[in-house]
Nanobody, 124 residues
């Protein structure tokens, strides 16, 4: 079992940047594939980015490619999402997710552990 806690959300003007963090605690000796999803009211969770514990290139959703970057600090059991060139459409609750398998699915149901979410609001 692992617990995930997101932080770093907030208000930002269009074109600005934010960095989200997801700190893992608990059974962190197990390796996890980590991902970020986002959700707006009335919609399903949308895959944003993911990084496999086995290595290799990360994955990004089409709407964030070239603007967002996922990274992890293994020693800190933390994964980050650097968001740049933010748009109003990026406004959502952002969730951190984890799974023990090495693949990076884009379906929320494939992840075993979730954080509580952090709100990101982009305004003009």
């Amino acid at each position: 079992q692992v617990s995930l806690v997101e932080s770093g959300g907030g208000l930002v003007q269009t074109g600005g940047s934010l960095r989200l963090s997801c700190a893992a605690s608990g059974r962190t000796s197990t390796r996890y594939t980590m991902a970020w999803f986002r959700q707006t009211p009335g919609k399903d969770r949308e895959f944003v980015s993911g990084d496999s514990w086995i290595g290799g290139p990360p994955k990004y959703g089409d709407s964030v490619k070239g603007r967002f970057t996922i990274s992890r600090a293994a020693a800190k059991n933390t994964v980050y999402l650097q968001m740049s060139s933010l748009k109003v459409d990026d406004t959502a609750v952002y969730y951190c997710a984890a799974r023990t398998r090495s693949s990076i699915p884009e379906t929320a149901g494939e992840y075993d552990f979730w954080g509580q979410g952090t709100q990101v609001t982009v305004f003009t």
